[in-house]
Nanobody, 118 residues
Framework: QVQLVESGGDLVQPGGSLRLSCAAS????????VGWYRQAPGKQRELVAS???????NYADSVKGRFTISRDNAQNTVYLQMNNLKPEDTAVYYC????????????WGQGTQVTVSS
């Protein structure tokens, strides 16, 4: 059974930092493309950052220079370091993993809430 468990969401002041974690079981993240998505109230879910099997990263323009996605193969975990947070970053953040092996299935985590407010 595949599980993606996000953690690290919190209430933080503008300009603050958070690190989100996506811990996986039942799936090998280093053999998967992993993305962090977010969904704010009344808005569509959007891709924030992604990392390929080869380690290439991609970011939405709105977070470039502030967010960093990384992968710890030993821990089978993907992180999203978020710096200089802004109120518009407030959303539920979801981890998504697409296997590039076996059956090429895609999985979602349950989400973690990030609120940026003074």
């Amino acid at each position: 059974q595949v599980q993606l468990v996000e953690s690290g969401g919190d209430l933080v002041q503008p300009g603050g930092s958070l690190r989100l974690s996506c811990a996986a079981s039942g799936i090998i993240l280093r053999l998967s493309e992993v993305g962090w998505y977010r969904q704010a109230p009344g808005k569509q879910r959007e891709l924030v950052a992604s990392i390929t099997v080869g380690g290439r990263t991609n970011y939405a323009d709105s977070v470039k220079g502030r967010f960093t996605i990384s992968r710890d193969n030993a821990q089978n975990t993907v992180y999203l370091q978020m710096n200089n947070l802004k109120p518009e970053d407030t959303a539920v953040y979801y981890c998504n993993a697409k296997k590039w092996y076996d059956d090429y299935s895609t999985y979602w985590g349950q989400g973690t809430q990030v609120t940026v407010s003074s």
